[in-house]
């Protein structure tokens, strides 16, 4: 099992930034590849970025990229988003997740074995 923690969200202006933490505990962390998910009200859960088991590759949704980057430190057993340039179309439950695999990253939902509970990112215009 394993159990991960998300904390950072919060309410921001448009064009403001917000750094999101995943905390993991349970298993070697090093031997999961993880990754960020968002939920809209009445949206389904879409994918907003990906990091394999080393932090080597990534992969970002088209809305996010070149505002969000995620990371990782092994040492720490977290994964990080840092958001800039919010827009409110960010506003989201942000959830983490894990999946045993060293094959790469994942970016359908379904791959993913474990999920946090969520944090709130609420950005206004």
């Known amino acids: 099992q394993v159990r991960l923690v998300e904390s950072g969200g919060g309410l921001v202006q448009a064009g403001g930034s917000l750094r999101l933490s995943c905390a993991a505990s349970?298993?070697?962390?090093?031997?999961?590849?993880m990754g960020w998910f968002r939920q809209a009200p009445e949206k389904e859960r879409e994918f907003v970025a990906a990091i394999n088991w080393s932090g080597a590759s990534t992969s970002y949704a088209n809305p996010v990229k070149g505002r969000f980057t995620i990371s990782r430190d092994n040492a720490k057993n977290t994964v990080h988003l840092q958001m800039n340039s919010l827009k409110p179309e960010d506003t989201a439950v942000y959830y983490c997740?894990?999946?045993?695999?060293?094959?790469?990253?994942?970016?359908?939902?379904?791959?993913?074995?474990?999920w946090g509970q969520g944090t709130q990112v609420t950005v206004s215009s």
């Open positions: 349970g298993r070697t962390f090093n031997d999961y590849a």
């Open positions: 997740a894990a999946t045993s695999t060293r094959l790469g990253y994942m970016i359908r939902s379904n791959n993913y074995n474990y």
